[in-house]
């Protein structure tokens, strides 16, 4: 059996939660569900100035959350479950606190001519999410707070 490779995931810094863009918004004659796969992770004012191997910055004990968007900036312009929780259980209602990080892939949701969904890509998406979960279980023995599987 072939060895799968797992390339090396290099997040963005660390960002405010609400200094976030809207880049689907923002950039002109792209539409707004144009999709980048890619992972993400939410974390807490803890990750602050962390600047360890950007590969790692899912292991700081400050993340709260990775997940994966077949349109990651979108899927970070928007509020979704986690934030709710992260909101209501971190008792800061205006997100003042949380943080978060981006890994965008080259891939597209329309990135081959005549195919629906780039199926194999978004299967390596969900491996890779996958297995910075596991990392992350490994390290702490257990997942980060708001994911909830």
């Known amino acids: 059996m072939t060895r799968m490779e797992i390339p090396q995931i290099i997040f963005d810094d660390w960002s405010r939660w609400n ?8 950039i002109d004659g792209v539409p707004s569900d144009f999709g980048c796969l890619g992972l993400y992770l939410l974390g807490t004012s803890d990750v602050d100035g962390y600047t360890g191997a950007g590969s790692a910055k899912h292991l700081h004990p ?6 994966m968007s077949t ?13 709710r929780a992260y909101r209501r259980e971190q008792d800061d209602r205006t997100c003042q606190r949380l943080r978060f990080s981006a890994w965008r892939s080259e891939w597209s949701m329309y990135a081959r001519p005549g195919i629906a969904k780039p199926v194999v890509e978004i299967a390596a998406l969900k491996l890779y999410e ?3 979960l596991y990392e992350f279980a490994r390290k702490y023995g257990r997942l980060p707070p708001l994911n909830r599987e």
Not at 19 to 26: A, F
Not at 72 to 78: A, G, K, Q, S
């Open 130 to 132: 996958r297995a910075l």
């Open 71 to 83: 349109h990651v900036d979108r899927r970070l312009e928007r509020y979704h479950s986690a934030v």
């Open 62 to 67: 400050g993340v709260l959350y990775i997940g």
């Open 19 to 26: 200094d976030r863009g809207r880049p689907s918004h923002e």
